[in-house]
Structures are given as C-alpha cells and as structure tokens.
C-alpha cells in the first residue's frame, strides 16, 4: 500500500513558475515507477510526466516538454515537478500517481489504467 500526498499547488500568474511535490508514505516506494497527471474544469484527466523508479528516466506530454520537469528524491520518498513558463492553459488539478514497474517509462505510462495508487490532487491557477 503507497499514500500519496500533493503539494505545492497555487495561483500564479503566466509565465511564472511553481513547483509541486508529491510525498509517499508506506513500503517500498522506490520500487514504483511515479507519474503526474492534471484535470482542468469540464475535461477529462491528462498525462503530464513519469519518471521511472530509479529516476533514471523521464517521459512528458507534448504539451508541457521543455517546460515541465520531474525529479525523485527516494530518501524522502517525494517527487517534484517543476512548471516553468506557466500558461493559463496549464490550470487543472494535478495528481501524482504510483505504478509498481522497473521498466523504463514510455508512451505506455500515459494511461491511467496502469497505476496503482493515486493522491487527492493540488490545485494549479494559472491567471493571464
């Protein structure tokens, strides 16, 4: 069993940048595979980013590349995802979410269905 806890969320204003985290609590949290997703108002939840159990590996969205990143801190058992540049289009709720895999991630770790664990979500407002 893995807990997920977001955090980080706010208002920001275009252009700027913020930073989430996503603290886990239970057993072997390195041995999950991590990834973040976002909903906006009135759409359905999105991929954003994965990144492997080790954090060897990283795998984006089209629309947040060179922008977004995500980083694991295992010691802490927490991952991060750093928005810069924000857009209003970014606004949704974010989620992280837990795959136990020791694969390397990829277009396969876009798909909701493949996680295990999911947090409650931070709210991200991007205003123009």
């Known amino acids: 069993q893995v807990q997920l806890v977001e955090s980080g969320g706010g208002l920001v204003q275009a252009g700027d940048s913020l930073r989430l985290s996503c603290a886990a609590s239970g057993r072997s949290y390195s041995d999950y595979a991590m990834a973040w997703f976002r909903q906006a108002p009135g759409k359905e939840r999105e991929f954003v980013a994965a990144?492997?159990?080790?954090?060897?590996?990283?795998y984006f969205a089209d629309s947040v590349k060179g922008r977004f990143t995500t980083s694991r801190d295992n010691a802490k058992n927490t991952i991060y995802l750093q928005m810069n540049s924000l857009k209003p289009e970014d606004t949704a709720i974010y989620y992280c979410?837990?795959?136990?895999?020791?694969?390397?991630?990829?277009?396969?770790?876009?798909?909701?269905?493949?996680?295990?664990?999911w947090g409650q979500g931070t709210q991200v407002t991007v205003s123009s």
């Open positions: 990144i492997s159990w080790s954090g060897g590996n990283t």
């Open positions: 979410a837990a795959r136990k895999t020791y694969t390397r991630v990829s277009p396969t770790f876009t798909r909701e269905l493949n996680y295990d664990y």
